[in-house]
């Protein structure tokens, strides 16, 4: 299966595959996202091909053990999240940093507050 879109770290090691934009796009000022300028997209398992052309990911875990933070061998490049198997709810969030700042203009971006409330904050 093709998909439509991709992006990549910087070094083009590690490639993210999908066929669509998400409808918006999350800034989330947690402790750990808030240190990494993410800009997550999220897609269900199913709808994201990962690849590698010479080394896999790396993950980093914290707090509930929910997320696998996944960054580059080589440029250390935040690349993706993927829930654990202790998670509730199974995706993958694609970092859109990674991508060309004109693909996403049109792509509304929420901020979550991660931080304190646990909750989208007022556009």
Not at 12 to 34: D, Q, R
Not at 77 to 85: E, K, N, P
Not at 91 to 99: E, P, S
Not at 113 to 118: E, F, I, L, P, V
Request: glycine fraction near 4%; charge should be positive; include cysteine.
């Amino acid at each position: 299966m093709s998909h439509k879109h991709q992006v990549q770290c910087h070094c083009g090691n590690i490639t993210l595959s999908f066929n669509k934009y998400p409808e918006s796009l999350t800034s989330c000022n947690c402790s750990i996202c808030h240190r990494y300028a993410a800009l997550w997209g999220y897609y269900q398992p199913d709808e994201v091909v990962v690849s590698s052309k010479t080394t896999s990911s790396k993950t980093y875990q914290w707090g509930d053990g929910y997320i696998d933070f996944h960054h580059c061998r080589q440029c250390g490049c935040v690349t993706h999240y993927t829930s654990t198997s202790l998670s509730p709810i199974q995706k993958v969030a694609i970092n859109f940093r990674m991508d060309n700042p004109s693909q996403l203009a049109n792509i509304p971006q929420r901020r979550f507050d991660g931080a304190r409330s646990w909750t989208y904050l007022s556009e």
